[in-house]
């Protein structure tokens, strides 16, 4: 007997550390990609560990709150640095270190998406 596994397609967000969904082992590296995302301490929680569907909404959150964080640094900097003795040179790489952390995280937030609804689609699938 042959066994066919079937693979979804995976987009441009996809992240290359994580398999094809359908290919072998493919949760376990989405869980080990996602673990990375959220502060280590997560680690210990049993709960997340276990259930990768619950591991990326967090990530999803984590990532969420990062771009926020990011954006406001960005918004902030021209008006805040300077009162902090940053010189000019200073003020513009740091705003170009923000600018390219915030485009870095919004793609970061679409692969957490993308391998999120994958990691539902088995879930429910399942039922």
Known sequence: MIMTIMTMRTGPDWPCQVKTPGSYDWERSAARWLRELVPARYASYPALMR??????????????????VARTALQTARADLPR???????????????????MQLQHIARSVRAVSEALADRTTAGR
């Open 51 to 68: 259930h990768p569907v619950l591991l990326a909404r967090h990530a999803q959150i984590q990532v969420q709150q990062e771009v926020r």
């Open 84 to 102: 902090l003795g940053m010189p000019e040179s200073v003020i513009e790489h740091t705003i170009k270190m923000y600018a390219a952390e915030v």
